[in-house]
């Protein structure tokens, strides 16, 4: 674990939000607006702690997002109690209720959602997208799985049944697969029945690097389709890339980065090392 | 770029020139093609779209970029190029469907279009001529997302009124997209703006309206103002037809429904099957949830949003649909009291019989009017077109009533003392005696209505009169008779003034 001081720390949420607006994030990615709100909580420190940050990705601690929809959550409950201190001029009660106030206007991320609807209704078939995005805590990491899906002839679903389904199947499945590849994970969900894979796209935010001009943020980009007629790999992160089982389907694997102006040079110079053409977005830091 | 380019002789190919060019000649308006590019951008989850239109040299060049999934060789080559030929056709989560609406952009005879495309590591380049003619090349430089770029030979005024037709289309279209859309105009002196976010919030700008969310649905209504009402129709947030149309009696809405598409001009909506779902929903919302939220805001706003409160009430008595509750305490009085429709008519006498008054402000004689059992609004509030509405005729309190407060004056004093045979109090006059010198009173400082000079009683002089000032620092002796005489004229008193008067006058005048 590493620590940053409150200022510190707070200067690098705002540049990895900074980041965030810079990556350009389509719809295959965790809302980046969100995800800049939530962080928006995390920059704001309980007083007198640091920020704790996951030193393997240099996003904040897993506790740092989970505190802000806690502390978030009991903030209308502390706040009145903080309010007697707070006029005697007691200064940690002041302190602590204007970290309160700070959190109210924030709107935290939900842990995870499922989104399913209905792409096209055919006389025999159906096809659905389920959209699932998920704060994975324990890495932390923040991804969304995009699942294009057709129901194989003779099982029809509505799209409440397939609400349902994927709010327990994939659920659970999501759990064993989240750390899957997305060719690994169209492999497993093909063996569900009544629905085929069309599609699964995979976007996460995350790791970022350390630059002394503040964070290099990484998105990660993964789709798996049996369309794709093509292999595309550029992850410099990547120290092993698995390719698919299953040779009909095709595979892509694309990184970016959005770094400080003063550090894309370097980075640049980094990737070229590695032999990735990554694409590198900057921000002011 | 690599040697993978494909020659094309055509978006239409050569049999379907003509009609392409007939299908360019019926977009509706010729920046059409700013929302059909933005919707191929939102098609493709796009998470910011950018519309930046620039002078460079003798181009003005109008360029859409997004960061969207991108299209691949497949789509470029079986869909964007192929007329009526869409990816989407069969999609219900996009938006495109007729696979005609790239071709809009040719409506400003661009000179040159180039479209740069990326998707799973592939980067592509399709370059338009003016002719419609095509190359489609591999490009080796890596992108992301879609980028489309119009050259069009056009500078100074001309391109600035393209350029500021973008600007309105951009703001027209887009204002409520579900996804960040900027523009930008610069590089000219004759325009330039940005830049400047795309977004509105998605309402109807109506006091108590009503918001409906469901799957593939999202509707504002309100009670409208004006006549027929006006509505709009969207797809996604893109504009899809806004104007004044009666789809739901009264009623002003916009709404959103994967339902509604255009037609393939682009200047309406679709009155198929989907539309009809739409507006039968949308009537069903404006029966069962439109009433509740209406009046709900009418009776919080009351005493606590006086502006709100207001407009409310303006468009209950504007508009024919909205039919307020008898019992619902909804009328503010002049000096805040509540009242409900029924109270209007209330009681043996009722209002239509006692008559009801408006006055700008509370004061004494609102104040009196009020305890004497009547009404009284204020003269520019809406709750004047309510009573108009129900028939309720309303008058100026302070034409209506006269009300002096009586108080002491020495020059009337001395009237009243002297033997002239006219009992007279000052006072100072509120309504409809205002302006006059002097009144008859049955009852010196009571409510009275207004029936016109002279009468007979007491004489009230308003001792705040011009002539009466005038007088006060004059000698008592001759200021009293003499403002006797002006009390007379202004009130028409014809007969001679009594002895005891021209004896005081005589006096007064040999001392002088």
């Given at each position: 674990m590493t620590t940053l001081d409150a200022a510190v720390g707070t200067r690098w949420c705002r540049q990895l939000q900074a980041a965030l607006r810079a990556l350009r994030l389509n719809k295959h990615f965790p809302p980046w607006a969100a995800v800049a709100g939530h962080l928006d909580g995390v920059a704001h420190l309980p007083p007198g702690q640091p920020l704790r940050l996951d030193e393997a990705t240099l996003l904040p601690a897993p506790d740092e997002w989970l505190r802000v929809g806690i502390d978030r959550e009991l903030a209308p409950e502390l706040?009145?109690?903080?309010?007697?201190?707070?006029?005697?001029?007691?200064?940690?009660s002041i302190d602590k209720a204007a970290y309160l106030r700070a959190l109210c206007d924030v709107q935290p991320l939900p842990p995870s959602s499922v989104r399913t609807s209905l792409v096209h209704e055919g006389a025999d078939r159906a096809r659905f997208e389920v959209v699932v995005d998920r704060l994975e805590l324990s890495l932390p990491r923040l991804v969304r799985w995009t699942f294009r899906l057709e129901e194989t002839a003779g099982d029809r679903f509505t799209v409440a049944?397939?609400?349902?389904?994927?709010?327990?199947?994939?659920?659970?499945?999501l759990r064993v697969i989240g750390t899957q590849p997305v060719?690994?994970?169209?492999?497993?969900?093909?063996?569900?029945?009544?629905?085929?894979?069309?599609?699964?796209v995979r976007g996460e935010i995350g790791p970022a690097r350390a630059h002394d001009a503040g964070p290099c943020l990484s998105a990660l980009l993964s789709r798996a389709s049996p369309h794709l007629e093509h292999t595309a790999v550029d992850d410099p992160l990547a120290e092993q890339v698995l390719a698919p089982a299953d040779d009909s389907l095709g595979y892509s694997r694309l990184r970016k980065w959005a770094v400080p102006e003063a550090a894309r040079a370097d980075h640049l110079a980094w990737l070229a090392s590695l032999g990735s053409r990554n694409l590198v977005y900057t921000y002011r830091s | 770029m690599s040697d993978l380019s494909h020659r094309g002789t055509s978006v239409a190919g050569p049999p379907a020139e003509a009609a392409l060019d007939a299908l360019i000649g019926q977009f509706s308006e010729r920046s059409a093609f700013v929302r059909e590019l933005v919707q191929n951008s939102l098609d493709a989850g796009s998470g910011r779209i950018e519309v930046v239109v620039r002078q460079q040299g003798p181009e003005l060049v109008i360029e859409v970029v997004d960061d969207g999934e991108g299209m691949n060789r497949e789509i470029i080559e079986g869909y964007l190029l192929t007329l009526f030929r869409s990816s989407k056709e069969d999609d219900l989560t996009r938006i495109g469907k007729f696979g005609v609406g790239f071709v809009s952009?040719?409506?400003?005879?661009?000179?040159?279009?180039?479209?740069?495309?990326?998707?799973?590591?592939?980067?592509?380049?399709?370059?338009?001529?003016?002719?419609?003619?095509?190359t489609l090349v591999e490009v080796d430089e890596p992108f992301e997302g879609t980028a489309v770029r119009l050259h069009v030979g056009l500078s100074g005024p001309e391109a600035a009124a393209l350029a500021e037709e973008v600007h309105h289309a951009v703001h027209y279209w887009c204002r409520y997209a579900h996804t960040e859309v900027w523009t930008e105009g610069f590089g000219s002196e004759h325009f330039g703006w940005g830049p400047e976010q795309v977004h509105d919030p998605f309402t109807t700008g109506l006091p108590g309206e009503v918001l409906i969310e469901e799957p593939g649905l999202r509707a504002v209504l309100?009670?409208?103002?004006?006549?027929?009402?006006?509505?709009?129709?969207?797809?996604?947030?893109?504009?899809?037809?806004?104007?004044?149309?009666?789809?739901?009696?009264?009623?002003?809405?916009?709404?959103?429904?994967?339902?509604?598409?255009?037609t393939v001009t682009r200047d309406n909506v679709r009155r198929d099957d989907g539309f009809r779902r739409v507006v039968r929903r949308l009537r069903r919302a404006a029966s069962e949830s439109l009433p509740s939220a209406f009046f709900g805001a009418l009776q919080q706003s009351l005493g606590t949003e006086p502006d709100q409160h207001q407009a409310l009430l303006q468009i209950a008595a504007a508009n024919p649909v909205v039919r307020i509750p008898r019992d619902l305490p909804v009328l503010a009085t002049v000096d805040g009291r509540a009242l409900a429709v029924r109270d209007l008519r209330a009681g043996p006498l009722g209002v239509r019989s006692r008559g009801c008054f408006l006055a700008d402000a509370p004061d004494r004689l609102t104040e009196a009017i009020r305890e004497a059992?009547?009404?009284?609004?204020?003269?520019?509030?809406?709750?004047?077109?309510?009573?108009?509405?129900?028939?309720?005729?309303?008058?100026?309190?302070?034409?209506?009533?006269?009300?002096?407060?009586?108080?002491?004056?020495?020059?009337?004093?001395?009237?009243?003392?002297?033997?002239?045979?006219?009992?007279?109090?000052?006072?100072?006059f509120v309504g409809a005696a205002v302006g006059r010198l002097a009144i008859y009173q049955s009852r010196p400082s009571a409510l009275e209505r207004w029936r016109g000079p002279p009468r007979r009683g007491t004489l009230v002089i308003d001792t705040e009169h011009a002539v009466c000032r005038s007088l006060a620092d004059r000698r008592q002796d001759l200021a009293a008779p003499l403002l006797l005489l002006a009390v007379r004229r202004?009130?028409?008193?014809?007969?001679?003034?009594?002895?005891?008067?021209?004896r005081a006058l005589e006096t007064a005048l040999e001392s002088a």
């Open positions: 706040l009145p109690r903080l309010r007697a201190a707070e006029a005697a001029g007691d200064q940690p049944e397939l609400a349902a389904r994927a709010s327990e199947v994939f659920a659970q499945r060719a690994a994970a169209a492999a497993l969900l093909q063996t569900e029945h009544g629905l085929a894979v069309l599609e699964v | 952009l040719f409506a400003v005879r661009p000179q040159l279009v180039v479209l740069d495309t990326a998707r799973d590591g592939l980067h592509w380049r399709v370059v338009f001529d003016a002719d419609h003619t095509y309100a009670y409208a103002r004006s006549d027929p009402p006006v509505v709009g129709y969207y797809n996604r947030g893109l504009t899809l037809l806004e104007r004044p149309e009666q789809a739901v009696p009264g009623v002003s809405f916009r709404v959103e429904a994967a339902d509604l598409e255009h059992g009547h009404l009284v609004f204020r003269t520019h509030g809406a709750e004047v077109a309510v009573l108009q509405r129900l028939g309720i005729d309303a008058r100026p309190a302070h034409e209506a009533w006269e009300l002096p407060e009586v108080v002491p004056h020495a020059l009337v004093d001395a009237i009243a003392e002297a033997s002239w045979g006219l009992p007279c109090v000052g006072a100072r202004s009130l028409g008193v014809r007969t001679e003034p009594s002895a005891e008067w021209l």
